[in-house]
Nanobody
C-alpha cells in the first residue's frame, strides 16, 4: 500500500505557472510508473501525463503538451508537475496516481494508488 499526497495548488492568473508535488509514503513508489490526472466540475477525470519508474520516459496528453512537464525525484519519493502558460480551462482538481506493479509499462493505464487531489484555479 502506498499513500499519495498532492500539494502546490492554488489560484493563478492566466499565463502563470504552478508546480504541483506528489509525495509518497513509501519508497516502493519509486519502483512504479506514476502520473497526473485532473477533473473539472461536472466533467470526467482526464489523463494529463505519465512517467516511467526511473523517470527516463514521459508521455503527455495533447491538451498540455509543451506547457506541462512531469518529473520525479526518487530520492524524495516525489513526483512533480510543472505547469506553465496556464489557461482558464486548466482549472480543475489535480490528482497524482501510481501504478501498483513494477511489471507494467508507463504507457499503460494501470493506476492503483491515488491521492486526494489539489485544487488549481486559473483566472482570466
Amino acid at each position: 500500500q502506498v499513500q499519495l499526497v498532492e500539494s502546490g495548488g492554488g489560484l493563478v492568473q492566466a499565463g502563470g505557472s504552478l508546480r504541483l508535488s506528489c509525495a509518497a509514503s513509501k519508497p516502493t513508489f519509486n519502483l512504479y510508473a506514476a502520473g497526473w490526472f485532473r477533473q473539472a466540475p461536472g466533467k470526467e477525470r482526464e489523463f494529463i501525463a505519465t512517467i516511467s519508474w526511473k523517470g527516463g520516459s514521459t508521455y503527455y496528453a495533447d491538451s498540455v503538451k509543451g506547457r506541462f512537464t512531469i518529473s520525479r525525484d526518487n530520492a524524495k519519493n516525489t513526483v512533480y508537475l510543472q505547469m506553465n502558460s496556464l489557461r482558464p480551462e486548466d482549472t480543475a482538481v489535480y490528482f497524482c496516481a501510481s501504478h501498483r506493479s513494477s511489471g507494467t509499462s508507463y504507457r499503460d493505464r494501470s493506476f492503483g494508488y491515488w491521492g486526494q487531489g489539489t485544487q488549481v484555479t486559473v483566472s482570466s
